[in-house]
């Protein structure tokens, strides 16, 4: 995708791009209620959660990135996973998806080039279901989780507490 002089590839997450994804997700953590977390987390701290999205299997990380002109490195715009909906065994075959921006990368088409990607390539693994968690108000996931074919199948009530307030947890099922 292009945008401007600049070039959107999706890729799978490599070790290298750790520091840029934990910079994304604490600013989920501090600023919003998107994630329950509830404190900020280091590189370090956030390893075992890339080791656990390998490029193979049902557990992907995907990333996109930008390079703009003369650019060295790649500017992480996002990314999107999908994880082990559960623990037990007997959901092996069902994921839970999420996708987190750069807070200035929104309204660019690319959390839709995300979940394009992490879709195709859990086409080729054992994958029955995909569900997402989403704490309304939150428009601009609910309409992308739509865009996809989620539906909505229920809510949490005032299930997470953060920022001196609970919290709503919106779920949607994708049959894959």
Do not use: C
């Amino acid at each position: 995708m292009s945008s401007g002089r600049t070039e959107v590839q999706v890729r799978p997450g490599v070790e290298g791009d750790l520091e840029a994804l934990t910079d994304i997700y604490n600013h989920y953590v501090r600023e919003t209620p998107i994630t329950f977390d509830t404190a900020v987390f280091t590189p370090e701290e956030r390893r075992p959660w890339l080791l656990s999205h390998p490029e193979d299997g049902p557990h992907r990380l995907m990333v996109a990135a930008e390079a703009g002109p003369g650019r060295n490195s790649q500017r992480i715009l996002g990314y999107a996973t999908s994880s082990a909906f559960r623990p037990k065994p007997a959901y092996g075959t069902s994921v839970e998806v999420t996708v987190y921006l750069a807070p200035d990368a929104g309204r660019r088409g690319i959390g839709i080039l995300l979940y394009k990607a992490l879709f195709e390539a859990l086409t080729q693994e054992d994958v029955h279901r995909a569900y997402a968690g989403i704490v309304p108000p939150n428009e601009a996931s609910r309409r992308l989780h739509e865009r996809f074919g989620f539906r909505h199948v229920g809510t949490y009530r005032e299930v997470g507490r953060k920022f001196g307030r609970y919290w709503d947890v919106a779920w949607y099922e994708k049959e894959l």
